[in-house]
């Protein structure tokens, strides 16, 4: 098993994992094109040539940036994988130099394991909230807000 950089190649089997959970209401569907544009932002998860695994940061705002995007395949869950893609998104994120880093998440107790809190949404700049204006779920949205400072 392997965490990597994303490459164009994999968009498709990202995607793939995305709509999976996505369908079964465990996180916001994300499209293709939306994946290709953001390619640099993900990390994989990879079993010999399978990717059963993904995260990917995306900065916000100055000293903010977002999990997104975090699915692990169910025949991997509860191995400590999706501990292992938040940590190297936070390494990511520290090496930009952003040390507050935040979740909008369907799974909160998740992210509270990892040392996450969670925090009143107002909290989170306009900016992040005014795309949420855009998602069919706008009304009815369970996202959590979660937050971590990194040392
Ligand atoms: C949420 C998800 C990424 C967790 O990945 P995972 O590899 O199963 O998690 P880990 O094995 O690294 O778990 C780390 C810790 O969190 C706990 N945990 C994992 N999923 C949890 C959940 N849904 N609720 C509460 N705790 C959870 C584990 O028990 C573990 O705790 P421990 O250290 O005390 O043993 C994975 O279940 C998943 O892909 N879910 C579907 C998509 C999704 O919900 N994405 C989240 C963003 S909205």
Request: net charge positive; proline share 3%.
């Amino acid at each position: 098993m392997n965490i990597r950089p994303a490459r164009v190649m994999d968009v498709k089997e990202i995607h793939k994992l995305v709509e999976y959970h996505a369908n079964n209401k465990e996180m916001l569907h994300r499209s293709l094109s939306a994946i290709y544009e953001n390619i640099q932002e993900f990390v994989v998860l990879e079993s010999e040539d399978n990717i059963v695994g993904c995260g990917a940061l995306h900065v916000s705002w100055e000293n903010l940036a977002e999990i997104k995007a975090l699915a692990v395949s169910d025949k991997y869950k509860g191995q400590g994988f999706g501990r292992k893609i938040v940590k190297i998104l936070q390494d990511n994120a520290k090496n930009l130099g952003v040390s507050r880093v935040f979740a909008l998440s369907f799974k909160p107790k998740f992210f509270i394991k990892l040392g996450y809190e969670i925090i009143p949404k107002e909290t989170l700049p306009h900016k992040i909230w005014s795309e949420c204006i855009n998602c069919h779920l706008f009304s009815e949205c369970g996202e959590v807000p979660l937050l971590i400072t990194l040392k």
